[in-house]
């Protein structure tokens, strides 16, 4: 708690002069007057936020990345699309240890200005480490403090922060240092309301004077679920702390489109908006009433698979969001939810004009043959042999260190595309 009060202290000493907004780096971007795609694992992958973007989102969000599952990724551009690609080799032996995993994928030219990474840390040093493989692709790095999930606060991150805050105080001093500022980027934060207003008050204000361009709170307290409606009795104190600080402040929770989010961006008094749930159905959310408002399931279809397949996304991710956004009472809709490839889906739907592309990528991704018969050939290709399924589950060899370090590992990189591929089709 000694660095919380002196991050307070050191605010107020200088809250009568720092007016002026805190200087957006020259590779980053200002939070403010922007309405934005949140933060989603699974939903905000390559496609979601390219699609995002195209209906009027300011800025996008990529899902939340481990640290781990990062450092010691690879960078490479695809040659087909020209996206950046960070890659690892998988850690589990077997015939298909040799596959490179694309852990997160991004689109220089159209994401350019617009990308903020967000990255799943306890740990400045390992924070740091992570952000520094990014950071001359992104437009700034977001700490998630807020996420409530067991996969995230068991490892004392996301949520998990918000009962630490020396720690988190320590990952954004450390970030903007070594990161921000020699990259000229922006860091920012994401964080939850805590019950108690003057407990966010003191978290805010220490956070406001680590040196970030920005910060988003989601008006729910970390045991509160999305069915429960947002809190939002402590957004004008929040904003006037941020305010003052020089700090862009955005407002997460129930956000239902653009003309929703202005509406409570002049309610409240924030900076700024982003959009979860509502994007995640339907993307064109971002798209303001006056210039068409939300798209038909149609369209967004259209629009989402062509996006996808420009990106050689994962089928398994594909059909993850379809499942999400197609009517379920659409008899076309059902059986293109049942869809085991991009071919299938497309001539399902009746996009004849996506079939020579959906043949092609559905062929890079090694789906072509998703009948029964190939799908078993596949799957009989893929199993490692029984010798190496007994030695797997053994672990009575292994330290228990060791054994939870492999799979810390190996569940950080879950995220992304490596987490989409878990998807059956």
């Known amino acids: 708690m000694n660095r ?7 605010l107020g000493t200088n809250s009568v002069t720092s007016q002026a907004r805190v200087p957006i780096p020259q590779h980053g971007v200002d939070y403010r007057g922007k309405i934005v795609l ?3 694992v699974r939903s905000g992958e390559l496609p979601s936020r390219l699609v995002s973007l195209r209906y009027g989102a300011d800025l996008v969000w990529g899902p939340e990345t481990i640290d781990r599952s990062l450092i010691g990724a690879v960078r490479r551009v695809n040659p087909r699309n020209q996206t950046v690609e960070f890659t ?4 589990h032996p077997g015939p298909a240890s040799d596959k490179v995993s694309v852990i997160y994928r991004i689109d ?3 994401e350019k200005g617009r990308l903020v990474f967000q990255l799943g840390t306890a740990s400045p040093e390992l924070a740091v480490q992570a952000a520094r493989v990014v950071a001359d692709d992104v437009s700034g790095i977001d700490v998630n403090a807020g996420c409530p999930k067991p996969f995230s606060t068991l490892g004392g991150m996301g949520a998990a922060l918000l009962q630490t805050p020396d720690r988190l105080v320590s990952i954004l001093e450390a970030l903007v ?6 990259w000229q980027i922006g860091i920012s ?4 309301i805590l019950k108690d207003p003057e407990q966010t008050e003191r978290l805010v204000t220490a956070l406001c004077a680590t040196g970030i361009t920005g910060l988003t709170v989601h008006c729910r307290t970390t045991p509160m679920r999305p069915r429960e409606a947002a809190i939002r009795d ?12 020089g700090v862009a402040c955005l407002m997460n929770g129930d956000v239902k489109s653009r003309d929703h989010a202005l509406a409570l961006m002049s309610q409240y008094d924030v900076d700024g908006a982003m959009i979860a749930t509502s994007a995640e159905s339907n993307f064109s959310c971002f798209r303001s009433a006056a210039d068409g408002g939300l798209a038909s399931w149609r369209d967004l279809a259209h629009e989402y698979i062509s996006t996808a397949m420009e990106c050689e996304n994962k089928w398994g991710n594909t059909k ?7 009517p379920g009472k659409d008899k076309t809709a059902q059986v293109a939810k049942a869809a085991r490839t991009y071919t299938h889906c497309c001539t399902v739907l009746g996009f004849d004009d996506l079939l020579p592309a959906a043949n092609k990528v559905d062929s890079i991704l090694g789906i072509s043959d998703r009948t029964e018969a190939g799908i078993k050939r596949s799957a009989e290709l893929l199993a490692p042999p029984i010798h190496e399924k007994v030695a797997k589950t053994d672990l009575t060899t292994t330290p228990p260190a060791a054994r939870d370090i492999d799979m810390s590992i190996n569940s950080s990189a879950m995220t992304g595309d490596t987490l989409a591929s878990q998807i059956t089709a």
């Open 4 to 10: 919380l009060i002196r991050s307070v202290m050191a």
């Open 38 to 40: 949140a933060p989603m």
């Open 189 to 192: 934060v994401k964080i939850r």
């Open 108 to 110: 220089p030219a159209r």
């Open 88 to 91: 690892r080799i998988p850690s």
């Open 234 to 245: 402590q957004l004008p104190m929040i904003a006037s702390i941020c305010r003052s600080a």
């Open 320 to 326: 993850y969001l379809l499942n999400i956004f197609l």
């Open 177 to 182: 240092r070594e990161v921000g500022q020699p």
